[in-house]
T-cell receptor, first 114, second 114 residues
Framework: EADIYQTPRYLVIGTGKKITLECSQTMGHDKMYWYQQDPGMELHLIHYSYGVNSTEKGDLSSESTVSRIRTEHFPLTLESARPSHTSQYLC?????????????FGAGSRLTVL | LAKTTQPISMDSYEGQEVNITCSHN???????ITWYQQFPSQGPRFIIQGYKTKVTNEVASLFIPADRKSSTLSLPRVSLSDTAVYYC???????????????FGTGTRLKVLA
């Protein structure tokens, strides 16, 4: 059972459209992440947040932006979608606890830009 | 940054034990070792985590030698449904702004044959 939810699961959209991928978690985790993954390829971290009003870019440059106004919500926005943005976007969260952290992932949002 | 190295792919037959080794020569004193499993079109799922020696849960075992420069994920009696990509992650990357970010490597693509 998922405690982190992503919508939409699948989205097909035309070039130039603005899109927002939603990610919500009910676990009260302070840290949240966005990864981008092409089919059969590795995950690339594109954004992360360690709390409300704090966001940072990941290791893979992305034209997307994120916001963290509420602890449970971490949406990703593309102002003008392009075919190069076609990919799967995975949201994850984690919490701080003694010793180690474990990531919990959502089911992903598969974006296709025509 | 504790870089990890895993075999790109492995094949096994149903009912066999599978061992996947991960090298992490630069592991830091406070780093934990975490393994994730990912099925196609899904987000990675936590399998097991350890710090030293041996850890066992209902799905896998994790063996960590005394020097902690490597770890081995052991899957007993695999089935077709264990066909997936397995990722080894080491530690948390503490950034200058005081956050954690998790970097995934290429993972090991396990194929279980009938």
């Amino acid at each position: 059972e998922a405690d982190i939810y992503q919508t939409p699961r699948y989205l097909v959209i035309g070039t130039g459209k603005k899109i927002t991928l939603e990610c919500s978690q009910t676990m009260g985790h302070d840290k949240m992440y966005w990864y981008q993954q092409d089919p059969g390829m590795e995950l690339h971290l594109i954004h992360y947040s360690y709390g409300v009003n704090s966001t940072e870019k990941g290791d893979l440059s992305s034209e997307s932006t994120v916001s963290r106004i509420r602890t449970e919500h971490f949406p990703l926005t593309l102002e003008s979608a392009r075919p190069s943005h076609t990919s799967q976007y995975l949201c994850a969260s984690s919490t701080s606890r003694a010793g180690a952290n474990v990531l919990t992932f959502g089911a992903g949002s598969r974006l296709t830009v025509l | 940054l504790a870089k990890t190295t895993q075999p790109i792919s492995m094949d096994s037959y149903e009912g066999q034990e599978v061992n996947i080794t991960c090298s992490h020569n630069n592991i830091a004193t406070n780093d934990y070792i975490t393994w994730y499993q990912q099925f196609p079109s899904q987000g990675p799922r936590f399998i097991i985590q350890g710090y030293k020696t041996k850890v066992t849960n209902e799905v896998a075992s994790l063996f960590i030698p005394a020097d902690r420069k490597s770890s081995t994920l052991s899957l007993p009696r695999v089935s077709l449904s264990d066909t997936a990509v397995y990722y080894c992650l080491v530690g948390d990357i503490w950034t200058t702004s005081g956050t954690y970010k998790y970097i995934f490597g290429t993972g090991t693509r396990l194929k279980v044959l009938a």
